[in-house]
């Protein structure tokens, strides 16, 4: 069974960084793809970025210039490098695998909250 786990939430100040990370452990197999989504209260959940096997990323119109996505050196990581945080990228952000056989599995969120 795949578990994904992220870590590296936290409160920051507009304009700060944070950085979130991801592990999708308990498969042999490399991911065809991680990426991240966020939701934030009340709203549904969205795509912030993804990362393909091959390296080709995809971003949110919203976090272009402000965020990166990266896959570690390890198998199956993920980080998310967030900079120029605003409020509006306060909630919760998911981690998602998708594996070579066709499921996709996602952790269980990690809070980040933007306020002054």
């Known amino acids: 069974q795949v578990q994904v786990v992220e870590s590296g939430g936290g409160s920051v100040q507009p304009g700060g960084s944070l950085r979130l990370s991801c592990v999708a452990s308990?498969?042999?197999?490399?991911?065809?793809?991680m990426g991240w989504y966020r939701q934030a209260p009340g709203k549904q959940r969205e795509l912030v970025a993804r990362i393909t096997s091959g390296g080709s990323t995809n971003y949110a119109d919203s976090v272009k210039g402000r965020f990166t996505i990266s896959s570690g050196n390890a198998k199956n990581t993920l980080y998310l490098q967030m900079n120029s945080l605003k409020a509006e990228d306060t909630g919760a952000y998911y981690c998602c695998a998708d594996t070579p056989y066709g499921r996709t599995y996602w952790g269980q969120g990690t809070q980040v909250t933007v306020s002054s």
């Open positions: 308990g498969t042999i197999f490399s991911m065809n793809a």
